[in-house]
């Protein structure tokens, strides 16, 4: 029989083992009961455009999978990196996410005194659509094809300037772009969100624009702008009869507006994974779905590591456009 000291010096060993084995086990039960309390999905621009748009949509129904409340909230500002550094800032537990665009990955270049890295800072979920451009024109602009906006701008070069929803956005490269393969001298002029943009493109303040189509296209369909094209590879079954860049005499033009949601970086891979399959679910509702097509927008649904791909490659792409571009923001 073990001495009286050598059986208290073994139960007292087990009893500290069984709290440090409760201890590591925390976590864990805290993660597997994720999400436990609302979780916020920060948009970095106004109410009403594409982003803020996707981001409800994954909101509403992710509520409804999840059990909890996963609420919008909106901070625009600097080409969404106001709302892109709040969320690094936030806590890496799953409760505050960011609902990305390729505006993050053009940013990555555009911007020489960010305080976030777009790679390094984030833990990406998922992609959760792909959309065009779309180039839209004031009414009263007196053209109906890109190739007269090209001739109409050459001859009264003061009289058209381009809008967009920020510095750094795809809305506001895509103009870049457009003014490299033009030559043409276009004032650009920046907002904080496609909504005040297209509010002042609609009233005449500005005069065209390259906006994501699915808040684009319902304000031509109403009469309040002009459709001069779109910038995928092909037509979209939306807006059949607008033709693209590429068909309007610009080879290899090729623009896609893309989103997708991220989560600070060391979110634990669990809850990531949770949210990426619940994004998923999501994405494959014929009612999502149905809304997707209606707004020209494909879906984006795939893997963590597949979003986790198409960032990377994305930042390097969009960081030769900027650069040839010669473009800079601060």
């Known amino acids: 029989m073990k001495p009286l000291q050598s059986r208290r010096s073994f139960a007292l060993s087990a009893v500290c083992l069984l709290g440090v084995l409760n201890l590591m086990a925390l976590p864990a039960q805290a993660q597997t009961s994720y999400p436990n309390k609302s979780v916020r999905i920060v948009v970095g621009f106004s109410a009403g455009g594409t982003t803020d748009v996707l981001a409800r949509i994954l909101a509403k129904d992710m509520s409804e999978d999840l059990g ?8 625009p500002g600097a080409g969404s990196n106001i ?13 505050t996410l960011f609902m990305m665009a390729v505006t993050n990955a053009i940013n990555h270049t555009l911007y020489s005194n960010l305080k976030f890295d777009v790679i390094k800072d984030f833990s990406p979920i998922g992609l959760a659509a792909k959309v065009p451009n779309m180039l839209v024109v004031n009414p009263k602009v007196p053209v109906n094809s890109v190739k007269e906006l090209i001739e109409y701008a050459k001859k009264n070069p003061t009289a058209i300037n381009f809008a967009s929803s920020g510095a750094g956005t795809s809305i506001h490269m895509t103009g ?76 290899g033009f090729d623009v896609s507006s893309w989103f997708g949601l991220a989560a600070p970086a060391g979110t634990p891979k669990d809850i990531i994974v949770k949210l990426n399959v619940a994004m998923n679910k999501v994405l494959a509702k014929p ?31 969009w960081g030769v456009v900027v650069k040839s571009a010669g473009a800079k923001a601060e």
């Open 176 to 251: 870049e772009l457009f003014k490299l393969e033009t030559k043409l001298a276009i004032p650009h002029i920046p907002y904080k969100g496609s909504t005040p943009a297209l509010t002042d493109l609609m009233g005449g303040q500005v005069q065209m624009m390259f906006d994501n189509m699915p808040t684009a296209w319902p304000l031509v369909q109403a009469g309040k702008l002009r459709a001069l094209a779109i910038t995928s590879p092909k037509r979209s079954p939306a807006a059949p009869d607008v033709p693209t860049m590429q068909e309007s005499g610009f080879p």
């Open 83 to 95: 709302g892109a550094e709040f969320v690094v800032r936030a806590a890496p537990d799953g409760y």
């Open 68 to 75: 909890q409340s996963f609420v919008v909230e909106n901070k």
């Open 287 to 317: 009612e999502v779905q149905k809304r997707l097509d209606d707004l020209g927008a494909t879906n984006g649904s795939g893997t963590v590591e597949q979003f986790d791909q198409f960032l990377k490659s994305q930042t390097e792409s």
